[in-house]
């Protein structure tokens, strides 16, 4: 079993950045892959961005790539997610999630625990 809460989200404009953070704690961590995902009003769940279980292999989706960076501390049982030059478009529901596996996925009905998710806004 694994416990995960999300920090950091909040109302930013857009250009801005902010750093998301997923605090886990229950089960090894650091045998799980890591991933973000959002999910704006009226929409599906997406994927965003995933780490394995090392750090040492990322993936994130297109329409984030170059802006946004998820990144983990094993020793801190925390994964991240530095999100820059937000857009409007960006506006959502920000979730982390776990892995029983250490690779990543950019699949949601892989990942077996997830937190409660962090809204983020961005404006002009």
């Known amino acids: 079993q694994v416990q995960l809460v999300e ?9 801005d950045s902010l750093r998301l953070s997923c605090a ?25 961005a995933a780490i394995n279980w090392s750090g040492g292999s990322t993936y994130v989706t297109d329409s ?14 925390t994964v991240y997610l530095q999100m820059n030059s937000l857009k409007l478009e960006d506006t959502a529901v920000y979730y982390c999630a776990a892995r029983p596996v250490g690779a990543v996925s950019p699949r949601p009905y892989e990942y077996s625990y997830w937190g409660q998710g962090t809204q983020v806004t961005v404006s002009t």
Request: glycine fraction near 16%; hydrophobic fraction near 35%.
């Open 24 to 48: 886990a704690s229950g089960r090894r961590f650091s045998n799980n892959a890591m991933g973000w995902f959002r999910q704006a009003p009226g929409k599906e769940r997406e994927f965003v």
């Open 7 to 15: 920090s950091g989200g909040g109302l930013a404009q857009a250009g």
């Open 64 to 77: 984030v790539k170059g802006r946004f960076t998820i990144s983990r501390d094993n020793a801190k049982v």
